[in-house]
């Protein structure tokens, strides 16, 4: 088998990505490998111009900022426990793009990431972030779903 010795979790903190992170820890367990724990606020629609009372485009970007990183350690101080060889991204844009960029500078050896099992028009509308990073990474991406309940 394989041996990974980076492996990218992408996450925005829903139930498939922490069920993802389980996946993740394991393997980062198993190989000894350094995790990269990954979130992708994505890019804000510009609102400047338009009547927003009591903050500014900047302001909100820096709230969206603070709270995801606020976010981000939480969720790693949950799942990660002891475990010590993680280090944790956060950056702004198009999900899978900004996930295959950090896979390909990092030199990602496995991608895990949560899908959402999204249909329909649902998947017509949103699209599928985890299927398009499966379509154009180049190291392996694990997909995790969530069964509904």
Same mark, same amino acid.
């Given at each position: 088998?394989?041996?990974?010795?980076?492996?990218?979790?992408?996450?925005?903190?829903?139930?498939?990505?922490?069920?993802?992170?389980?996946?993740?820890?394991?393997?980062? %367990?198993?190989? =000894?490998?350094?995790?990269?724990? !990954?979130? *992708? $606020?994505?890019?804000?629609?510009?609102?400047?111009?338009?009547?927003?009372?009591?903050?500014?485009?900047?302001?909100?970007?820096?709230?969206?900022?603070?709270?995801?990183?606020?976010?981000?350690?939480?969720?790693?101080?949950?799942?990660?426990?002891?475990?010590?060889?993680?280090?944790?991204?956060?950056?702004?844009?198009?999900?899978?793009?900004?996930?295959? %960029?950090?896979? =390909?500078?990092?030199?990602?050896? !496995?991608? *895990? $990431?949560?899908?959402?099992?999204?249909?329909?028009?649902?998947?017509?509308?949103?699209?599928?972030?985890?299927?398009?990073?499966?379509?154009?990474?180049?190291?392996?991406?694990?997909?995790?779903?969530?069964?509904?309940?």
């Amino acid at each position: 088998m394989k041996r990974f010795s980076t492996i990218l979790l992408a996450t925005d903190f829903s139930d498939t990505s922490q069920k993802a992170a389980e996946y993740a820890m394991d393997l980062a %367990r198993t190989f =000894e490998a350094h995790l990269l724990v !990954l979130h *992708v $606020i994505n890019e804000p629609v510009d609102l400047r111009g338009f009547y927003a009372p009591h903050i500014s485009f900047e302001q909100l970007e820096k709230e969206i900022e603070s709270g995801a990183a606020r976010m981000l350690e939480s969720f790693c101080k949950e799942r990660f426990g002891e475990y010590s060889n993680f280090e944790t991204a956060i950056t702004t844009g198009v999900p899978f793009e900004e996930i295959l %960029r950090m896979a =390909e500078e990092r030199t990602a050896d !496995l991608i *895990v $990431i949560g899908t959402h099992g999204r249909t329909g028009l649902d998947h017509l509308i949103f699209g599928s972030t985890a299927e398009r990073v499966v379509r154009s990474a180049s190291c392996p991406v694990m997909t995790i779903r969530v069964p509904e309940r």
